[in-house]
């Protein structure tokens, strides 16, 4: 996601669940943990964990530029 592509207001990354939902899945899931990332990102609406941060990463520096 490059800085002028707007974010999808309606996605709203909980980093918290976000980590929960990982271990879950990979410690009583046996998941492998990249795996267990798409999907955690996934269930908040994202296509991939890459998605994920990426978004993150825009809203962050939008929000530290003012």
């Known amino acids: ?6 974010a999808d207001p ?4 909980d980093i ?3 980590e929960e939902r990982v271990a879950i899945m990979v410690h009583a899931g ?3 943990t990249d795996q267990a ?3 955690a990102a996934q269930a908040q609406g ?3 964990q890459a998605h ?3 978004w993150l990463r825009v809203y962050v520096d939008r ?3 003012g």
């Open 37 to 39: 990332k798409d999907l």
């Open 63 to 65: 929000k530290r530029l």
């Open 10 to 13: 309606s996605l709203i990354p």
């Open 52 to 54: 994920y941060w990426a």
């Open 1 to 6: 996601m490059s800085r002028t592509t707007i």
């Open 30 to 32: 046996g998941i492998p």
């Open 46 to 48: 994202f296509r991939s």
């Open 16 to 18: 918290e669940t976000f």
